[in-house]
């Protein structure tokens, strides 16, 4: 039995004393913990004391509950997949996008009318309550099993200015670029990227491990005059994929002569 001496409520001791030794590797990546009753006899405590230890390592990540098959160390191996976030053309000027063909469709896409909000109209330099066409995927890959959730933003005045968008708001990425720049537009993007702890629907959606962030991708295209035009947000598990990107130097606009 391993005596608990240390400061703190007793289950956050237990949670320590399971904790270092998951970290010095004693229970190893993906493997089963010890059962509550082998845990109250090593620590000499309880069954609460357990199970509320259980469900600190849990809240932190550090392990997976199975229901019917006990607690498990969760694996720190790679992600699952890697996300190319590159945006080519082909010699015809057609866009590419590098995981286009990773992803498929879960479900049919849903389009619908919304409205900006503080956040989405701060990224399309919009007002609140601003007009806007959305469209919904839910995308997965067949490889890994990946699910991500993708959405498309589009507000009514480009839509004007380019009635295929407003007839067909939930055209792929790559094809709403091909038709902006058949518009008249010269392309260019912008991305952020945040991590934040799922909201309920998010969770169960993208069928996350509890404890477990969401990486949530916003892409900004812009026009000519450097307008928003669209914006894209992608959201998939933190534990499932990492992003990649293609970094290139920017030429620093020339100088004007003094006269």
């Given at each position: 039995m391993t005596e608990i001496q240390r400061p703190g409520a007793l289950y956050q001791q237990v949670a320590a004393a399971i904790r270092e030794a998951i970290l010095a590797g004693e229970f190893a990546p993906d493997s089963l913990l010890p059962s509550?009753?082998?845990l109250m006899a090593r620590y000499g405590v309880s069954r609460p004391t357990v199970r509320n230890a259980i469900a600190a390592l849990r809240a932190e990540g550090l392990i997976d509950v199975?229901?019917?098959k006990g607690s498990f160390v969760r694996a720190d191996g790679q992600p699952a997949l890697t996300i190319e976030r590159r945006v080519s053309r082909t010699a015809d000027g057609r866009f590419v996008m590098p995981n286009g063909d990773v992803w498929d469709e879960a479900e049919e896409p849903s389009t619908y009318r919304t409205r900006t909000t503080k956040a989405t109209g701060r990224l399309l330099e919009l007002g609140e309550e601003e007009a806007l066409f959305g469209c919904d995927r839910l995308l997965v890959d067949s490889g890994t099993g990946t699910r991500a959730m993708h959405r498309t933003l589009i507000p009514f005045e480009v839509a004007e200015g380019v009635p295929l968008l407003a007839e067909e708001p939930c055209k792929r990425p790559a094809a709403i670029y091909w038709v902006l720049t058949q518009a008249g537009h010269k392309l260019w993007w912008s991305e952020t990227v945040r991590a934040h702890?799922?909201?309920p629907d998010e969770r169960t959606t993208l069928q996350l491990p509890d404890a477990t962030p969401i990486l949530h991708l916003a892409r900004i295209?812009?026009?000519?005059?450097?307008r928003p035009l669209i914006l894209e947000e992608l959201r998939v598990g933190a534990d499932r994929a990492e992003l990649a990107y293609r970094i290139t130097a920017d030429k620093q606009p020339a100088r004007r002569a003094r006269t």
């Open positions: 509550e009753a082998q199975r229901h019917g702890m799922p909201l295209t812009h026009g000519t005059d450097d």
